[in-house]
């Protein structure tokens, strides 16, 4: 498995999951109360995995400028033709990851929001570093991870199975307590630790960090 498989996967899968309804509903919207209280008027915010562009579309209205990114192709089409239907003049989509932005928007992003989304890169603490290289001074990363660590154990031993036969794309799997450790380790304070679900436990900490 690489990560083009893993791209694969997410353009074969990206018209089921923009069809998919979201589980907890009222979580989300926590999520987002809270993202946006989080975020200014005259912010630059990169959204790395934004997926088909939901989050995007309800949060680029409040800010300066939004980038959305994702390394599927197909999530990145269905996202633009949402913002078609309805436009977000803030608002760009772009096919990409972390790693592959320009030079030249390193330091550019006030904030960089991750959601759903550090469980899926192969290379975390590489990936945290770049997010902080992205960041302006005191810049925010923003977060809201599953943590497979946390979760019951089964989980561990099915997820290669599905992968080996192309049901499940990568997934790290560590705790909410080894996933502060790197956040912390790539060079950001951690602000604050929230549990944002209205439906039982919640194993997807919404994390706040300052760029140090």
């Known amino acids: ?33 809270r993202t946006r209280a989080l975020l200014g008027a005259g912010d630059r915010v990169l959204e790395l ?8 579309l309800q949060l680029a209205g409040d800010v300066r400028s939004y980038l959305a990114t994702d ?17 977000v003049p803030a608002l760009e ?19 960089v929001l991750g959601f759903n989304y550090l469980h899926l890169v192969r290379d975390l603490p590489g ?11 005191d810049g925010l990363f923003i977060s809201k991870t599953p943590c497979v660590g946390d979760m019951n ?3 561990r031993f099915v997820l290669p199975a599905m992968r080996a036969i192309g049901k499940a794309p990568h997934a790290g ?7 502060s450790r790197c956040i912390s380790a790539a060079g950001f304070d951690i602000l604050s630790t929230e549990r944002h679900s209205t439906k039982g ?3 997807r900490p919404f994390i706040v960090a300052r760029k140090k």
Request: aromatic share 8%; hydrophobic share 45%.
């Open 153 to 155: 154990p089964l989980i």
């Open 201 to 203: 436990y919640d194993n």
């Open 49 to 56: 995995g934004c997926g088909t562009g939901t989050t995007a």
């Open 127 to 137: 990936t945290l570093q770049r997010i902080h290289s992205l960041l302006a001074a």
């Open 93 to 111: 989509f772009r096919t990409s990851t972390a790693q592959a932005l320009e030079l030249d928007e390193t330091g550019q992003f006030n904030a």
């Open 173 to 179: 799997v560590f705790s909410a307590a080894e996933l």
């Open 1 to 33: 498995m690489s990560v083009a498989s893993d791209t694969r996967f997410w353009d074969r899968a990206s018209q089921k999951y923009a069809k998919a309804a979201i589980a907890d509903r009222d979580g989300y919207e926590r999520t987002l109360d």
């Open 71 to 87: 390394f599927s192709a197909s999530m990145i089409m269905i996202a633009e033709e949402k913002c078609i239907a309805a436009p």
